[in-house]
């Protein structure tokens, strides 16, 4: 029966043959071969054998931090997320800047900025983690910044409005319109008498207007297209919006 140091070597050289396919940048034969190595290396656990080296969990924690990296350059960021989690357990800084990279691509910037603070704290010289750390906290404040703008929006004024339940002012004096029959000839006729004597409009009727009025404009097309002949002109009523020579 082989001793747990000669197993330990043989996990040693499976995860040198993955270090050597990482750095030719087959990360799927790397995978497999950290696999190969993890699979020796827990089973030399599980064995308890008396003679298990002392840095056999580094080793460990390391080949599973290596393979959490191959996981990130395949984006199965999931995986590399689990890898980076259980190298941290056995105690593996290292693996943070692992599980920091695996947050910030799956978007859980919180949890990526934690990460990094580690990463900096107990590798201060790494200019890298430094930078992605400084990338981090700007992401987490501009979130934290459109999170506080953010409100639930309110609904249109025109869909929380009903005219019919809506009185006319005692005070006012003028035309009505009688909401069931709508907008006759004979209210307005009224009305422009209404008008050209500088008098108002009933709110109520001016409200049952401007809703009629979005009713229809919201059932028409925004744009129209008119082909006319050569024979033919239109006469454009009101202001026209940009350079007329665009028409």
Same mark, same amino acid.
């Given at each position: 029966?082989?001793?747990?140091?000669?197993?330990? $070597?043989?996990?040693?050289?499976?995860?040198?043959?993955?270090?050597?396919?990482?750095? $030719?940048?087959?990360?799927?034969?790397?995978?497999?071969?950290?696999?190969?190595?993890?699979?020796?290396?827990?089973?030399?656990?599980?064995?308890?054998?008396?003679?298990?080296?002392?840095? #056999?969990?580094?080793?460990?924690?390391?080949?599973?931090?290596?393979?959490?990296?191959?996981?990130?350059?395949?984006?199965?960021?999931?995986?590399?997320?689990?890898?980076?989690?259980?190298?941290?357990?056995?105690?593996?800084?290292?693996?943070?800047?692992?599980?920091?990279?695996?947050?910030?691509?799956?978007?859980?910037?919180?949890?990526?900025?934690?990460?990094?603070?580690?990463?900096?704290?107990?590798?201060?010289?790494?200019?890298?983690?430094?930078?992605?750390?400084?990338?981090?906290?700007?992401?987490?404040?501009?979130?934290?910044?459109?999170?506080?703008?953010?409100?639930?929006?309110?609904?249109?004024? #025109?869909?929380?409005?009903?005219?019919?339940?809506?009185?006319?002012?005692?005070?006012?004096?003028?035309?009505?319109?009688?909401?069931?029959?709508?907008?006759?000839?004979?209210?307005?006729?009224?009305?422009?008498? #209404?008008?050209?004597?500088?008098?108002?409009?009933?709110?109520?009727?001016?409200?049952?207007?401007?809703?009629?009025?979005?009713?229809?404009?919201?059932?028409?097309?925004?744009?129209?297209?008119?082909?006319?002949?050569?024979?033919?002109?239109?006469?454009?009523?009101?202001?026209?919006?940009?350079?007329?020579?665009?028409?």
């Amino acid at each position: 029966m082989a001793s747990a140091v000669e197993h330990c $070597a043989q996990g040693d050289s499976k995860k040198a043959e993955g270090n050597a396919f990482f750095k $030719a940048k087959e990360y799927e034969k790397a995978i497999d071969k950290y696999t190969e190595a993890l699979t020796i290396f827990d089973q030399v656990i599980e064995s308890e054998l008396e003679d298990i080296p002392a840095d #056999h969990t580094s080793k460990l924690a390391a080949t599973l931090s290596n393979r959490a990296l191959a996981y990130l350059r395949l984006e199965q960021y999931g995986a590399s997320l689990a890898d980076a989690d259980r190298a941290i357990q056995l105690g593996y800084s290292k693996a943070y800047y692992r599980r920091a990279s695996a947050h910030m691509a799956l978007g859980h910037f919180q949890s990526s900025l934690k990460d990094l603070e580690i990463v900096v704290k107990r590798f201060p010289k790494d200019p890298d983690a430094k930078r992605k750390l400084a990338e981090c906290d700007r992401i987490v404040k501009q979130q934290m910044f459109w999170k506080a703008m953010a409100r639930e929006e309110a609904k249109p004024l #025109h869909l929380t409005m009903d005219a019919s339940k809506m009185a006319i002012e005692s005070s006012y004096q003028g035309p009505t319109l009688d909401l069931d029959q709508g907008m006759t000839l004979d209210y307005i006729q009224a009305l422009m008498t #209404h008008f050209a004597d500088q008098k108002l409009i009933a709110k109520r009727d001016l409200i049952w207007i401007l809703l009629q009025i979005i009713q229809q404009l919201k059932s028409l097309p925004t744009l129209i297209d008119c082909h006319l002949g050569d024979s033919h002109e239109f006469t454009v009523c009101g202001d026209v919006h940009g350079q007329f020579t665009t028409f």
